[in-house]
């Protein structure tokens, strides 16, 4: 194997879609409503946008399932966006990487694609408009490290369309309205994950409402000292 990606040039490696950094058994699941620039954006969207005043206050976070490893795009894989939407953005996030006694032992970056177009027409829908091929990106590795190092993390995103960049913007860990250790506690206390869990905690960075991924947008998101790059395709 050494000597086969030996007798690769930069090019080429530069070119290979990565596998993400998750087994196919495990699961990724998100927590919304984490930042007030999230509960803004999902207000205005949204025909009920109490719904999201009332759970970014409540003392249960909303939490949901997103991917099972399988799907999961790495670096440089694909992800799409719903043809059946015409608002549909990224969203960077801290991903908390959880073992199977609901410990945190390190992070990746991820990307939650998502329409704003279908949750925002009734939260009901937040399934559809969240989980389908090609809305979840993870890596492009792991950092292990404690849950102290992670809580002043930077987390940005840009989007860049031909050769311009179209989006920027960033925001911070500690913006976060609760803790990552409550996020745990909340998916952990009545579900087992024997092969551990990954956790993204939310996103601060939200484009603003006239902005909607095209196809061949190429999307990059930061956190901490990663950046996980993928680009919109029609197909996976």
């Known amino acids: 194997m050494r000597k086969m990606l030996d007798e690769l040039s930069p090019d080429t490696l530069e070119n290979v879609d990565h596998l993400a950094p998750i087994d196919d058994q495990q699961e990724v699941w998100a927590a919304g409503v984490t930042y007030l620039r999230s509960r803004d954006e999902r ?34 894989g694909k992800i799409r966006i719903r043809r059946d939407s015409d608002w549909n953005v990224p969203e960077p996030e801290l991903t908390l990487v959880i073992n199977r006694f609901g410990e945190i032992v390190g992070y990746t970056a991820g990307n939650d694609v998502s329409s704003r177009a ?12 969240k989980v389908y ?25 840009s989007i860049q369309r031909g050769d311009s960049v179209v989006f920027e913007g960033e925001s911070n860990v500690v913006q976060m309205k609760r803790s990552l250790q409550e996020l745990v506690s909340f998916l952990t206390k009545e579900t087992s994950f024997p092969h551990g869990v990954f956790l993204m905690t939310g996103t601060g960075v939200v484009p603003d409402q006239g902005f909607t991924l095209l196809f061949g947008d190429v999307v990059t998101v930061g956190v901490g000292e990663l950046e996980l790059v993928n680009e919109v395709d029609h197909n996976l």
Do not use: H
């Open 118 to 129: 279908i949750e925002g027409e009734n939260p009901l829908y937040l399934p559809q408009a």
């Open 133 to 157: 091929d090609g809305s979840c990106a993870i890596g492009p590795s792991i950092v292990l490290t404690g849950r102290d190092e992670m809580e002043r993390l930077p987390i940005r995103c």
């Open 43 to 76: 207000k205005a969207e949204s025909t009920v946008a109490d719904v999201y005043d009332r759970v970014y206050d409540a003392d249960r976070p909303e939490l949901f399932f997103k991917s099972p490893g399988w799907r999961a795009a790495g670096q440089s």
